[in-house]
């Protein structure tokens, strides 16, 4: 067991602005690409940008967890939550050119998810996202207590979904999927030794305290 000095129990000050920063960077220039007419199909290029960024985001929060873990720096956890809704915000993003680019008419979207069912997944990759996005206060950690965690464990789901989602609707390069992907699988094995040696570590600990 590996305890933890005074400065890994804090952030800098200045942490949470530089992240806010760096994630601002990719906002930045896509509505300078839009602003300026560089994009072929505008349309186009902010839902592609809008979803790679929301997937990209959403594993940088899993991320978090491992990195604080192996670097014994519990503080970095809360950088989780900035970077969930900025995954958040990408996604809303996403959705809505969708809306817009359907016109909002349910038999489109309708017939647009009959013809493509990555659609469905998409979607629902966006529903799970949003009841984590809405309880990511402190006062909702509160009231939910230990159902907190276990809503935002929907996480992993919204990411397996979501890079389907996007490994589905790629036609030919699958260079992005492929990595996204591969990302996440390592992210979920990371997660499940860790849940794994937790119970093991605890029934020898159960074990141990028996006379």
């Not at 602003?35 to 997937?55: F, I, K, N, V």
């Not at 909002?104 to 990759?125: C, H, M, N, Q, T």
Request: aromatic share 12%.
């Amino acid at each position: 067991m590996v305890l933890t000095t005074g400065w890994r129990q804090r952030l800098p000050v200045w942490a949470p602005a530089v992240v806010f920063g760096l994630c601002l960077v990719p906002a930045g220039l896509t509505g300078f690409t839009l602003w300026q007419g560089l994009a072929a199909d505008p349309a186009d290029y902010l839902t592609r940008q809008s979803g790679w960024w929301a997937l990209a985001m959403l594993l940088l929060t899993l991320l978090v967890r491992p990195l604080a873990h192996h670097l014994h720096w519990p503080a970095l956890m809360r950088l989780r939550r900035q970077l969930g809704l900025w995954s958040f915000a990408w996604a809303v993003v996403h959705f809505a050119v969708y809306l817009v680019l359907s016109g909002g008419e349910w038999p489109v979207i309708a017939d647009d998810i009959r013809k493509s069912p990555y659609i469905v997944l998409g979607f629902s990759a966006f529903l799970l996202l949003l009841p984590l996005a809405l309880t990511s206060t402190r006062a909702a950690m509160r009231r939910l207590g230990k159902n907190w965690q276990r809503l935002h464990r929907l996480v992993y789901a919204a990411a397996i979904l979501a890079a389907w989602h996007f490994w589905w609707l790629t036609k030919s390069d699958l260079r992005e999927p492929v990595l996204f992907a591969g990302g996440l699988a390592l992210l979920l094995a990371w997660r499940i030794w860790r849940s794994g040696r937790k119970v093991v570590q605890g029934r020898a600990g159960g074990v141990r305290q028996k006379p």
